[in-house]
């Protein structure tokens, strides 16, 4: 690929994947369609001349900053081809955080024989597979994403022998089992930091990201924390500094060593050995870092959130770690992989994703969940929109090689229904219309827990009703950065991860049927009218919904294989064939919540599915959501 200079133009860049990805999300960002640099004179400007454009904003160290990042990158993605069948593209899986999902010994935390409890409703749910948020030792600053020892199960949890009953309890029932794993940073309780801290002599002395301060009290750079505050923590032990991208216990792992990574790879070939399926792996594009450490750019890390993102999101041996990563381990036993890769765009991800790299299965990208310009903590509705518009780049861009997930919720976001429509006056058309999207589209769908009955936000009153270290230190922050208290609670409020973590509603009774005794964290107080067993009879639940649209697409193979066509055009809908064959579907959706007029008739399909009652002939009702049959 030839070099990027100031004098290649913005159209240029737009062909290569690195500044595909990084065009296309700041003028995401700013609410612009990326066609502007395809077919506008736009796309004709040098890159060096936006520094004039922005009157300066974007600066000459922006520039070399951004020249660095292009450069990086020599690969481009293959195109073409048919796709290759596999088990995980036609499966649904679902996420469960034990901790929140069901409590078998009443001490108020969810557990693997909890779990074990609730497998029949996964099965009958039609769930192929259960990506299971972390389970093993530790000391619980971040819910268990900070391991302290990666061979022993959480106490809370239960014991190894239960997570062996729980894997073989879930291939009997045919489903398979994901675990996740955390391999960009331990605990900094793991005995390979404590070792690394206090044994000059110790065997994993470079196993953590440690460097000398630039002078008494300051850190080696000017990186943040994702989780607020710098990203360094200062140890007199060994008058060194220890990175840590998250929590101030969460301690990133020297990838560049390669005792490290054969340590990680021992690790997940012991669970492979043990049996289980396949792996979603934890913030793992941010595993390789800039060598040298540079300071981050601060235009940079205030469009991004914090400093240095720039120098690991999608560093210089990513490609290299994640296709040794699984020569060595789950390529072996072709186990299923699932990357969280966050500030990848589509370009970008077809590069760890593309079946002929050998690198990852599938990736979680995140574009698609906050609004263009906002962020998880804006005070704002969800539009559905821009992200119809972002998936369906996914599904048209992204190539035969590589496959989508789909998914709006997980343990670290807000509920999607709440997001879109505060008032919940819409609750259960826009929870089905989310069900349609996920179960038409080409990806494998990811629901999450409690998703599929329609659980919403929880009004906490309070910020000791927060249990989250992200949102506590994102609270801390505001109020030192002199944000009254009130207001700075009502901000965390609004992206809180704790919204996603009030307990899974089983039932009417106490606690919602997860525990009989005192829940770790708030039960939402909806749940006597949001729960499962009040939609297991009910044949119009989001349950049953989801139930429903599962069958749909295990039974039409257009829905998983079927190629993506748009329908038409239109602002506030989202309309689109899925054809495989002589097989085509018709999927619709009103996106906003007022009723618009159908471009096209629906006059000669047979309709499978909808959100409402009755379809009418040329209007959409808020949110409405038809799945048909076209002759
Ligand atoms: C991932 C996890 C999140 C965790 C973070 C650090 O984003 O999903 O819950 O806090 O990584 O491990």
Same mark, same amino acid.
């Given at each position: 690929?030839? %070099?990027i200079?100031?004098?290649?133009?913005?159209?240029?860049?737009?062909?290569?994947?690195?500044?595909?990805?990084?065009?296309?999300k700041v $003028?995401y960002?700013v609410?612009?369609?990326?066609?502007?640099?395809?077919k506008?004179?736009?796309g004709n400007?040098k890159?060096g001349s936006l520094?004039?454009?922005?009157?300066? &904003?974007?600066?000459?160290?922006f520039?070399d900053?951004?020249?660095?990042?292009?450069?990086?990158e020599?690969?481009?993605?293959?195109?073409?081809?048919? /796709?290759?069948?596999?088990?995980w593209?036609?499966?649904?899986i679902?996420?469960?955080?034990p901790r929140s999902?069901k409590?078998?010994?009443g001490?108020? /935390?969810?557990?693997?024989?909890?779990i074990?409890?609730?497998?029949?409703?996964l099965k009958?749910?039609?769930?192929d597979? /259960?990506w299971c948020?972390p389970?093993?030792?530790s000391?619980?600053?971040?819910?268990?994403?900070?391991?302290r020892?990666?061979?022993k199960?959480?106490?809370?949890?239960?014991?190894?022998?239960?997570f062996d009953?729980?894997?073989d309890?879930?291939?009997k029932?045919?489903?398979?089992?994901i675990?996740d794993? @955390?391999f960009?940073?331990t605990s900094?309780e793991?005995?390979?930091f404590q070792?690394?801290?206090n044994n000059?002599n110790?065997?994993y002395?470079d196993?953590?990201?440690?460097?000398k301060?630039?002078g008494?009290?300051i850190?080696?750079?000017?990186?943040?924390s994702?989780?607020s505050?710098?990203?360094?923590?200062?140890?007199p032990?060994?008058?060194?500094?220890a990175?840590h991208?998250f929590?101030k216990?969460?301690?990133d792992?020297?990838?560049e060593?390669?005792?490290v990574r054969?340590s990680l790879?021992d690790i997940?070939?012991?669970?492979l050995?043990?049996? !289980?399926?396949g792996?979603?792996?934890d913030v793992?594009s941010f595993?390789?870092k800039?060598?040298?450490?540079?300071?981050?750019h601060?235009?940079?890390?205030t469009?991004?959130?914090?400093?240095? !993102?720039?120098?690991?999101f999608?560093?210089?041996r $990513?490609?290299?770690?994640?296709?040794?990563?699984?020569?060595?381990s789950?390529g072996k036993?072709d186990a299923?992989? @699932?990357g969280e890769? +966050?500030?990848?765009g589509?370009?970008m991800?077809?590069?760890?994703?593309?079946? !002929?790299? *050998?690198e990852l299965?599938?990736?979680f990208?995140?574009?698609?969940i !906050?609004?263009? *310009?906002?962020?998880p903590?804006?005070?704002c509705?969800f539009?559905?929109?821009p992200?119809a518009? #972002?998936l369906e780049e996914w599904?048209?861009?992204?190539g035969?090689?590589c496959?989508?997930?789909?998914?709006?919720?997980?343990?670290?976001?807000?509920r999607?229904?709440?997001? @879109?429509?505060?008032t919940?006056?819409?609750k259960?058309e826009?929870?089905?219309?989310?069900?349609?999207m996920?179960?038409t589209?080409?990806?494998?769908?990811?629901?999450?827990?409690?998703q599929e009955?329609?659980m919403t936000?929880?009004?906490f009153?309070?910020v000791s009703?927060?249990?989250?270290?992200q949102?506590?230190?994102?609270?801390k922050k505001? @109020? &030192?950065?002199?944000t009254k208290?009130?207001?700075?609670?009502?901000?965390?409020?609004?992206?809180t991860?704790?919204h996603?973590?009030t307990?899974m +509603?089983?039932?009417s009774?106490?606690?919602?049927?997860?525990?009989? *005794?005192?829940?770790?964290?708030?039960v939402?107080?909806?749940?006597?009218?949001?729960?499962?067993?009040?939609q297991?009879?009910?044949?119009t639940?989001?349950l049953n919904?989801y139930?429903?649209?599962?069958?749909?697409r295990?039974? #039409?193979?257009?829905?998983i294989?079927g190629?993506?066509i748009?329908a038409h055009d239109s %602002?506030?809908?989202f309309?689109?064939?899925?054809k495989?064959?002589?097989?085509t579907?018709f999927?619709?959706m009103? $996106?906003?919540?007022?009723?618009v007029?159908?471009k096209?008739?629906?006059d000669?399909f &047979?309709?499978?599915?909808?959100n409402?009652?009755?379809?009418?002939?040329?209007?959409?009702?808020?949110?409405?959501a #038809?799945?048909?049959?076209?002759p």
């Amino acid at each position: 690929m030839k %070099k990027i200079s100031r004098e290649t133009t913005l159209k240029e860049i737009f062909k290569t994947p690195v500044g595909h990805d990084i065009l296309a999300k700041v $003028l995401y960002s700013v609410g612009i369609s990326s066609s502007l640099i395809e077919k506008t004179m736009f796309g004709n400007l040098k890159l060096g001349s936006l520094t004039k454009i922005t009157l300066g &904003k974007l600066n000459d160290s922006f520039i070399d900053e951004l020249l660095t990042l292009l450069n990086s990158e020599k690969d481009v993605p293959t195109s073409g081809g048919e /796709i290759t069948r596999k088990w995980w593209k036609e499966a649904v899986i679902y996420q469960i955080y034990p901790r929140s999902f069901k409590d078998s010994d009443g001490d108020g /935390i969810g557990d693997i024989n909890g779990i074990i409890e609730k497998l029949d409703y996964l099965k009958d749910l039609g769930v192929d597979a /259960i990506w299971c948020s972390p389970i093993y030792d530790s000391p619980n600053d971040d819910n268990g994403y900070d391991i302290r020892d990666y061979h022993k199960i959480m106490r809370e949890f239960g014991s190894m022998e239960d997570f062996d009953r729980l894997l073989d309890e879930i291939h009997k029932r045919g489903m398979r089992l994901i675990m996740d794993l @955390v391999f960009n940073h331990t605990s900094d309780e793991h005995e390979w930091f404590q070792d690394s801290v206090n044994n000059p002599n110790s065997e994993y002395r470079d196993y953590f990201i440690w460097r000398k301060g630039k002078g008494e009290g300051i850190p080696p750079n000017n990186w943040e924390s994702i989780f607020s505050g710098s990203a360094w923590n200062y140890y007199p032990q060994r008058d060194e500094w220890a990175l840590h991208l998250f929590s101030k216990k969460q301690m990133d792992l020297n990838w560049e060593n390669l005792k490290v990574r054969n340590s990680l790879y021992d690790i997940t070939n012991w669970w492979l050995e043990k049996g !289980v399926d396949g792996f979603r792996l934890d913030v793992i594009s941010f595993i390789s870092k800039q060598d040298g450490l540079p300071d981050g750019h601060e235009l940079i890390g205030t469009l991004m959130g914090f400093k240095g !993102v720039e120098h690991y999101f999608y560093g210089p041996r $990513l490609h290299e770690f994640l296709h040794e990563f699984r020569e060595n381990s789950f390529g072996k036993y072709d186990a299923f992989t @699932v990357g969280e890769c +966050q500030g990848t765009g589509i370009e970008m991800s077809r590069l760890m994703t593309e079946d !002929v790299r *050998g690198e990852l299965d599938v990736v979680f990208s995140f574009d698609h969940i !906050v609004n263009p *310009g906002k962020t998880p903590y804006s005070d704002c509705s969800f539009d559905l929109r821009p992200m119809a518009k #972002n998936l369906e780049e996914w599904q048209t861009q992204y190539g035969n090689h590589c496959w989508p997930t789909l998914f709006v919720e997980n343990h670290d976001v807000p509920r999607m229904i709440s997001k @879109v429509d505060k008032t919940n006056r819409y609750k259960n058309e826009i929870a089905k219309l989310i069900a349609t999207m996920l179960l038409t589209l080409k990806g494998t769908p990811f629901i999450y827990q409690g998703q599929e009955i329609g659980m919403t936000n929880c009004d906490f009153e309070n910020v000791s009703e927060l249990h989250d270290v992200q949102s506590l230190r994102f609270y801390k922050k505001l @109020v &030192k950065d002199s944000t009254k208290e009130d207001k700075a609670f009502r901000t965390v409020l609004n992206g809180t991860r704790d919204h996603a973590r009030t307990p899974m +509603q089983w039932d009417s009774s106490l606690n919602a049927g997860f525990t009989t *005794g005192e829940p770790w964290i708030k039960v939402n107080p909806n749940y006597t009218s949001i729960n499962a067993q009040l939609q297991e009879t009910s044949k119009t639940s989001i349950l049953n919904f989801y139930r429903e649209l599962i069958k749909l697409r295990k039974s #039409n193979p257009a829905l998983i294989y079927g190629e993506f066509i748009r329908a038409h055009d239109s %602002k506030n809908s989202f309309s689109y064939f899925r054809k495989l064959g002589d097989d085509t579907l018709f999927i619709e959706m009103n $996106l906003t919540n007022r009723t618009v007029t159908r471009k096209s008739s629906t006059d000669k399909f &047979k309709l499978l599915s909808s959100n409402y009652a009755t379809t009418l002939k040329t209007k959409l009702r808020p949110y409405e959501a #038809n799945i048909y049959r076209c002759p």
